[in-house]
Nanobody, 119 residues
């Protein structure tokens, strides 16, 4: 199983970016898909997550600015980021907790995509 993230880049404060992450190499559907981020010198933190059933949760710092969505048929999760701030600068990682019905280990991570917000 591989998670391939894309969509990062350099954007000015107030701008928008859309991240995508597609899971491949499995026929099983992802359970909870999420985005985490890690800024230099800081711990990795949850940004947003979406369950297969449609529930979502967000870090307080991104509520009202970021929107997570997913396409279950494609095992793909998106993160629409708006009103970006310099403090949103980080490497963003997608995550899948497990694939429903798939045996083996849980916890899958994408390779990370860098988001840089200039002031």
């Amino acid at each position: 199983v591989q998670l391939q993230a894309s969509g990062g880049g350099l954007v000015q404060a107030g701008g928008s970016l859309r991240l995508s992450c597609a899971a491949s190499g499995t026929i099983f559907v992802a359970n909870t898909m999420g985005w985490y981020r890690q800024a230099p010198g800081k711990q990795r933190e949850l940004v947003a997550a979406a369950t297969l059933g449609g529930s979502t949760n967000y870090a307080d710092s991104v509520k009202g600015r970021f929107t997570i969505s997913r396409d279950n048929a494609k095992n793909t999760v998106y993160l629409q980021m708006s009103s970006l701030k310099p403090e949103d600068t980080a490497v963003y990682y997608c995550n899948v907790d497990h694939f429903i019905g798939r045996p083996g280990p849980s916890g899958y991570w994408g390779q990370g995509t860098l988001v840089t917000v200039s002031s």
